[in-house]
């Protein structure tokens, strides 16, 4: 079950059954099931309360994701800042609705396995979040 939710904001203009049954897909192409995921939609300020709660990290970032996986079947909680999604999206000019799918999978993509901080890992992030979005 994938519940969305938001505080401090509007709620996004997503279909969410068609992003429930995208994460799905994505999910099984790294042989996973998804079980309990949230995702709540925040401004800067939430997620930065987040960050600095949870990570000790004193840094606005797009998405923070709390891992919660059970063998194959992922699980978590994930808190992205669509402040930060549309600062992004117009840094990289590109459409915001295109970046909140992008971050919206990176999230689902972290509890299929991948990392983006170490060497090469971020090349292999992007790789997989482009695959990921001609899934959509």
Request: hydrophobic letters at 35%.
């Amino acid at each position: 079950m994938i519940s969305y939710e938001c505080t401090g904001v509007d709620f996004p203009d997503i279909d969410r059954r068609n992003v429930t049954a995208w994460i799905d897909r994505v999910a099984k192409t790294y042989g996973r099931v998804v079980g309990e995921l949230s995702y709540l939609f925040c401004n800067d300020e939430k997620i930065l309360e987040v960050n600095r709660q949870f990570l000790q990290h004193d840094y606005y970032t797009d998405i923070i994701t709390f891992d919660w996986n059970e063998g194959t079947t992922i699980n978590g909680d994930m808190v992205i800042s669509l402040d930060t999604v549309r600062t992004n999206a117009e840094a990289q000019d590109c459409e915001y609705d295109e970046e909140l799918h992008r971050v919206i999978i990176h999230g689902v993509l972290h509890l299929c396995g991948l990392n983006d901080k170490g060497p090469g890992e971020r090349e292999l992030m992007e790789a997989a979040e482009n695959r990921a979005l001609t899934m959509r």
